[in-house]
């Protein structure tokens, strides 16, 4: 079945810790997008893809980075984090103007 | 520069219709988006409107646009109790980059 995964959908972790997120796509979607969302707010921008070996940094700025090496994987690297990086982060992916499909999504608390 | 704005809250009574509007301000947006956000997931795509049409209609969803004044509106007909989310409009910004708004979070009571 088409779909997106995102893991680990929760993540609890200290200070200073290197961490990844990983969002994976079996639709083969060329664009793939990672935002960043407190509880109940708006959605903001960090990465887009628009293909393998192609990424971009979003509107709003971040000390994450991403990789795309292959067309249905998209991770996120925190490299290290802090207690300001405490979010949910939402992987999505396109193919069309039809919309963007959406992940469940990775609470991350920094303590 | 791109903006949409929502109102942040709505509060309905189970069976009523419910209107969540959205103003967007690019008008060079060729498609316009409602997503739905559960509690805890992520979003999932309800619907979308091309600009070139007025209206839309998906079950109990439709879709209203007004492309002069930039306004967006989506209606839910008789409103379930399953229907209380966040709401979030987005308009396309080249790219297949969206721009959402800050969500309408809908309470449905009975």
């Known amino acids: 079945e088409a779909d997106i995964y995102q893991t680990p959908r929760y993540l609890v972790i200290g200070t200073g810790k290197k961490i990844t997120l990983e969002c994976s796509q079996t639709m083969g979607h060329d664009k793939m997008y990672w935002y960043q969302q407190d509880p109940g707010m708006e959605l903001h921008l960090i990465h887009y893809?628009?293909?393998?070996?192609?990424?971009e940094k979003g509107d709003l700025s971040s000390e994450s980075t991403v990789s795309r090496i292959r067309t249905e994987h998209f991770p996120l690297t925190l490299e290290s984090a802090r207690p300001s990086h405490t979010s949910q982060y939402l992987c999505a992916s396109s193919e069309s103007t039809r919309g963007q499909f959406f992940g469940p999504g990775t609470r991350l608390t920094v303590l | 520069g791109e903006d949409v704005e929502q109102s942040l809250f709505l509060s309905v009574r189970e069976g009523d219709s419910s209107v969540i509007n959205c103003t967007y301000t690019d008008s060079s947006s060729t498609y316009l988006y409602w997503y739905k956000q559960e509690p805890g997931a992520g979003l999932q795509l309800l619907t979308y409107?091309?600009?070139?049409?007025d209206m839309k209609q998906d079950q109990r969803l439709t879709v209203l646009l007004n492309k002069k004044d930039k306004h967006l509106s989506l209606r839910i007909a008789d409103t379930q109790t399953g229907d209380s989310a966040i709401y979030f409009c987005?308009?396309?910004?080249?790219?297949?980059?969206?721009?959402f708004g800050a969500g309408t979070r809908l309470a449905v009571h009975p």
């Open positions: 893809s628009y293909g393998v070996n192609s990424t």
């Open positions: 409107i091309f600009s070139n049409m």
């Open positions: 987005a308009e396309s910004s080249g790219y297949n980059k969206l721009i």
